[in-house]
C-alpha cells in the first residue's frame, strides 16, 4: 500500500533493523522500544489490523508465520522464558501504525499488570 511505512520496511525501502525474515513475515527493532527487547513482527503483505486478518483467506498461515517467528526471536535474544506478545488494534486500542504488527517485548520483568 502506497503511503505506508511498514509495507516500505517490508520491501526494503525503508531502513530498519531486521532480525528474522521469510517469504510472509519481516520483524525488526522497533524504533522507540519500550523495553529491553522491543521488536515488531508483521506479515509484508499489507493487512490494516488484527480484525480484517480475521477476514483474511490465508489467516491461519499468516498467523502460524508470526508464531513461528515469535519463538525464533525469542530465542535470538535469549527471552524464551518469559516474553508478551501484543498487538494494538484500531485507534481505540492504540494502534497509531494501520499495518498489523504484533510487538513482541521482553527482557526484563514485565510483571501482570496489561494497562
Ligand atoms: P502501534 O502503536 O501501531 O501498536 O505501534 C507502532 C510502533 O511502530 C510503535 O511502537 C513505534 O515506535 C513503531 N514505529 C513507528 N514508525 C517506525 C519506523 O519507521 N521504524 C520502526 N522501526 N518502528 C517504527
Ligand atoms: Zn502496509
Known amino acids: 500500500m ?8 517490508a520491501k526494503h525501502e ?11 513475515v519481516i520483524a525488526f527493532k522497533d524504533a522507540n522500544p519500550v523495553t529491553k527487547v522491543h521488536i515488531l513482527i508483521m506479515p509484508k503483505e499489507h493487512i490494516k489490523n488484527f480484525y480484517e486478518l480475521a477476514k483474511h483467506p490465508q ?9 513461528e517467528a515469535a519463538a525464533e526471536i ?11 506478545v501484543i498487538t494494538n488494534n ?20 514485565l510483571g501482570m499488570k496489561l494497562v
Open 74 to 84: 525469542a530465542d535470538q535474544f535469549n527471552i524464551s522464558e518469559g516474553f508478551r
Open 14 to 24: 525503508l531502513e530498519a533493523e531486521v532480525v528474522y525474515e521469510n517469504d510472509l
Open 2 to 9: 502506497q503511503d505506508c511505512i511498514f509495507c516500505k520496511i
Open 59 to 67: 489467516q491461519a498461515l499468516i498467523m502460524g508465520a508470526v508464531t
Open 90 to 109: 484500531g485507534r481505540a486500542g492504540g494502534q497509531s501504525v494501520f499495518h498489523l504488527h504484533f510487538h513482541l517485548i521482553g527482557g526484563q520483568e
